[in-house]
């Protein structure tokens, strides 16, 4: 799995070089993981029209692309397939001063936040609607996809380890790349506690609440695996009764 880093972007991975259960590689240069394209500089462009890229997949929320919209790359289609129901309008996120937990609720942990977003891959109506449109995408021929949300870690993280069980992954190392994120993103966590730590509301547990939403961990994807078996059975079983997904099509485009 190769990794690219840009100035302001640092969890972009391409998904080719995983192996699967019975001895096949998914294709390099094919389909790249990663966060949003909304800062990206001069000498950040060379690096991404090497990619190829054919679409840009945005799974953000009008409150995310509207607010933070992706640089455009030239002859680049553009989607945006809202993952998860937006919290606040634009309007409504400038009265925050800077605070980075805007959307979660008073009431509830970062922790728990993440967990059910998870969940809410499986349930909810705008999740399914995003990840059908994201697969039916992936099924077009000659598609080179670079599918993004914020970070790069949660909406994508679930499609992409979803994506990588259908095309036989191992739930281990699907798993494993899910959590590289945190490799990516340790230094971007460290500048985000320390533009906060001086704020009024910066308090123990505001700080752990911070570091639990811009972590990947294993219990936040096992949430979505526990509720895709919970009301399928299974991921396969998920992917193709809620999402339609055509797995021998993908197998036949994206392996090797």
């Not at 936040?113 to 449109?133: D, G, M, Q, V």
């Amino acid at each position: 799995m190769k990794k690219y880093e840009l100035s302001k972007q640092k969890n972009i991975r391409d998904l080719g070089g995983m192996k699967t259960k019975d001895g096949h590689t998914i294709k390099y240069g094919r389909i790249f993981r990663g966060g949003s394209l909304a800062s990206v500089s001069e000498e950040d462009i060379p690096i991404l029209d090497s990619l190829h890229i054919t679409d840009v997949v945005d799974l953000r929320g009008e409150d995310e692309f509207v607010y933070r919209p992706d640089f455009r790359l030239k002859g680049v289609n553009y989607h945006n397939f809202p993952a998860l129901y937006e919290k606040v309008k634009e309007k409504d996120r400038n009265k925050d001063d800077g605070n980075l937990l805007w959307f979660v609720d008073d009431h509830m942990s970062g922790h728990d936040h993440l967990k059910n977003c998870y969940a809410s891959f499986i349930k909810e109506p705008i999740s399914l609607i995003a990840y059908t449109n994201f697969f039916k995408l992936l099924e077009e021929d000659n598609k080179v996809i670079y599918f993004h949300c914020s970070q790069g870690k949660d909406r994508v993280g679930f499609g992409a380890y979803l994506l990588e069980i259908l095309l036989g992954v191992s739930q281990e190392d699907a798993i494993e790349d899910y959590l590289l994120s945190n490799v990516a993103m340790q230094e971007r966590v460290g500048r985000l506690v320390k533009s906060v730590e001086n704020k009024p509301y910066y308090n123990e547990k505001y700080h752990q609440n911070l570091l639990d939403v811009f972590a990947a961990k294993i219990e936040y994807i096992e949430e979505s695996i526990k509720t895709m078996n919970e009301l399928y059975g299974s991921a396969e079983n998920f992917a193709r009764e809620a999402l339609h997904v055509d797995v021998e099509r993908l197998k036949q485009l994206y392996l090797e």
